[in-house]
Every structure is written in structure tokens, then in C-alpha cells.
């Protein structure tokens, strides 16, 4: 299978994080690099660093160049849905990153537009392509009935201290999509809907700034008979993983959960006794899965599989929406 040609948009933290680790990646291969014009200079400079070919400050000139099969949108979060649109409408497979709309209507607008020009249309979340999450999958069953799940995903930005000295930025800003919820805790929710399904009832018990971003907030899922717990913080740190436990035992994830560096099962005993089962170590970039899988499902054209993720992340659309109009 010859490597996915992308075309890269956007010169943001998770996009230089993600050409780092290019040579991790053979299964895609970056023809172009295109930015806002003040942002050239640093394409240009990471365009020769990672001998990409091509920069571009406008995203007409850089669809209509061409040389490339799929738009990797990494924008800041308010700015995903109109660059999709456009790369969409140029005609171009787009792999978009996380969170993937500010809405499920938006979400859905943009599946109709991909349909309708024949392309596929991606969310880059991490979590489902792990190996791990295919373990905790697998032993799911060991567990029983839940009875209890939590997650937590908190990290300190690096923006925070910004944001107390009034200097703006996007992660902090509600125009922008910013906070806790969309940023950190969509982890965590695509964990737990992965493993456990949709909730009946949902709420958000954010904690927020002045200007009312959610620097933090936990996500209560009500299941009927148990209801999970999802923590995110960009204000605070914190220890970080899940656990998902039962009458027969208990899931653990060490670790954030966009990574989930350890992972494992504990079946029967009874405080904190047990038989344990680890599950696989990643051996590769964590973002390495997801662009190996999202190659491959657009080489062989892999409708089933897009849907299957597209399923996966309009629910998990859908639950954000219902958080954030149930937040206190």
C-alpha cells in the first residue's frame, strides 16, 4: 500500500507534535504545509525540516495545487467545521482532529457534504486505534455487570498562567471552543461510550472562569443502574487514568487516556486481590495507529469502517451537546 499523501492544515502544537514523529509514520507522507500567511515563516521552516514539499498561505491555491489525497485539519477547535467544509468541497478525504465539530449539527452537515461528494470524512481521536483499547475491549466481559466507572484526563496548560495575566489565547476562550470539556474530557467520553455504550441521562458540573470558560468540569453519565464519572482540568494537574469495575473484577488505564500508556484487568479476589492480566505496551507514537488505520481506510476505500467511526463520533457529538446544555 503506497503511503497517504496528506496536505497539513494549520501550524498548531498537535501539528508540530505530530511531524516530530513523522518518521514513526510510513504510512502517510506529507506533500504540503498550509497556514494563515503570518504563520509562513514557521511552515516554511518546518517545511524544510521534515522536507515537505509544498507551503501554502492560502487554502484555494493549496486545494487547487493538489498532489494530495486527504486534508489533515489541525486548526484551533473553532475554526474545524469551516476548514472541513472547504476541504470537503475541494473534493478532498479530510481527517480532522478532535473535537471534531463545536456541534452535532455541524458534525452531521459535514458527513451530508462528504456523501455528497464521495470522500470520507474522519475524526482523529486517538483512543479507539489504540492496541489497549481493543484489550480493555476484550476483557470488558471479566468485569460483569458495572458497578462503578470512572476517568480523569487533567494537565496544566501551558496557557494557563496566560490566562491569569489577561493575555488571550484560544484555549481559554468561549468564542473559540476552548475548556476542559471539548479539549480533555472528549477523551474520556469517547472511552467510556466506547466501552459502555450511551448513557440514558447526562450532566456537566463545570468549574469556570470569569469570562465563563469550564477550566475544569466532570461529566456525570447516568447508566440506569450506574452512573460513570468523567474528570478533566486545564487549570490543575492530576493523577490520571480509569478504572471500570465490577462484581468480577475491574479495567485500569494508567495513564491519560488519550495514550493509555498501561492498561489492564484484574478478574475475581476480593480487596484488592485478583488474578492480573497486562495488556499490550504501545510501541509506537500514539497518533502512529490512528494515521495507519486512516490510511488504510482510505486506500481500500473502507465505507464500513468510516461509518463505524462515524457512528462513534456522533454520539459522542450528541452527548456533548447534551452536557453542555446541562451544565450547571
Known amino acids: 500500500m503506497q503511503p497517504l499523501k496528506l496536505a497539513i492544515l494549520s501550524t498548531s502544537r498537535i501539528v508540530e507534535e505530530f511531524l516530530q514523529h513523522l518518521p514513526e509514520m510510513p504510512e502517510v507522507s506529507v506533500q504540503a504545509l498550509c497556514c494563515r500567511p503570518r504563520s509562513g515563516d514557521k511552515a516554511r521552516a518546518w517545511a524544510a525540516q521534515h522536507g515537505i514539499p509544498a507551503v501554502y498561505t492560502d487554502e484555494a491555491a493549496c486545494y487547487a495545487a493538489g498532489g494530495f489525497d486527504a486534508v489533515y485539519i489541525g486548526t484551533a477547535n473553532h475554526l474545524h467545521y469551516g476548514a472541513a467544509r472547504r476541504a470537503l468541497a475541494a473534493g478532498y478525504h479530510v481527517i480532522l482532529e478532535k473535537p471534531f465539530t463545536g456541534t452535532a449539527a455541524e ?143 475491574r479495567l485500569v488505564v494508567e495513564g491519560g487516556t488519550n495514550a493509555m500508556p498501561v492498561v489492564y484487568s484484574v478478574a475475581g479476589g476480593v480487596r484488592g486481590g485478583g488474578t492480573r492480566t497486562d495488556g499490550p505496551a504501545g510501541d509506537r507514537f500514539r497518533m502512529a495507529y490512528e494515521f495507519a488505520e486512516f490510511a488504510r481506510i482510505i486506500a481500500e476505500k473502507d465505507t464500513a469502517a468510516e461509518k463505524t467511526a462515524r457512528a462513534r463520533t456522533l454520539a459522542v457529538m450528541d452527548l456533548l451537546d447534551t452536557l453542555r446544555q446541562n451544565a450547571e
Open 107 to 249: 458534525a452531521r452537515d459535514l458527513y451530508a457534504l462528504a456523501d455528497e461528494k464521495g470522500v470520507l470524512l474522519l475524526e482523529a481521536i486517538t483512543t479507539y486505534y489504540l492496541p489497549q483499547f481493543a484489550f480493555l475491549q476484550r476483557e470488558l466481559e471479566k468485569v460483569g455487570p458495572v458497578r462503578g466507572a470512572m476517568a480523569s484526563f487533567c494537565a496544566r496548560s501551558r496557557r494557563y498562567d496566560d490566562f491569569l495575566n489577561g493575555i488571550w489565547n484560544t484555549t481559554f476562550d468561549p468564542a473559540c471552543q476552548g475548556g476542559a470539556l471539548g479539549d480533555m474530557n472528549v477523551y474520556n467520553l469517547h472511552l467510556l461510550v466506547g466501552l459502555l455504550g450511551m448513557p440514558k441521562r447526562a450532566e456537566y458540573r463545570p468549574s469556570r472562569a470569569e469570562n465563563g470558560i469550564d477550566t475544569a468540569g466532570m461529566a456525570l453519565l447516568d447508566y440506569g443502574d450506574v452512573t460513570a464519572a468523567a474528570l478533566a482540568a486545564k487549570d490543575s494537574d492530576s493523577v490520571n487514568g480509569a478504572v471500570i469495575q465490577g462484581p468480577g473484577g
